[in-house]
């Protein structure tokens, strides 16, 4: 049995906390960004449906064809609501290319909340959800969904915590990027 919470939250814990600002944002399609220091809340809207934008959410053996870093992606194994996925990321460092491999448990609730940790990996932990909501009509321009994701991470990195933060949360803003690009691009695509 996963150690993961079957627990979906409520809209309202996210959408409660969002400013005027963060509302702006999210209305003229940026990322909003909420925390630091490996604790991150992150959100973007879509012009997707809902059932869309899961449907690229949990494409695990397809991440490799439209997140940045990810270079490999295979489902080792799924049980009912639960899979393991493996993934290798690729990433520029300074005048480096870094390697990692991370196996992720993932959890699908209601067709709403991925709730993923961290089973084996460089970092010393990472845990936390991805959500789709819809988008309040207040936002227009045919925003229909919210995508959004919870994540706390940290790494054994020494005296490079700073640089590991700042890669780290670079890294989520790009990964949110490309996951709505590919679901919009689907969506104008349906024959994908």
Known sequence: MSRLSRQVQPAEAYLAKLTDADWAALAKRDVVVKGGQGQYGLMVATTVSHAAAWAVLTDYSSFETFLPTVVKSRVVETEGDRTIVEQIDRRRIM?????????TENLELDGQQISFRLLEGNLEYMYGHWRIDAAPPSLGRGLLC??????????DVGPFKALFYNLFEAGLVDTMKALRAEMERRAASPNL
């Open 146 to 155: 919210l995508l959004s994701q919870q994540v706390r991470a940290e790494a």
């Open 95 to 103: 005048l480096t290319t870094m390697e990692s491999k991370v196996l």
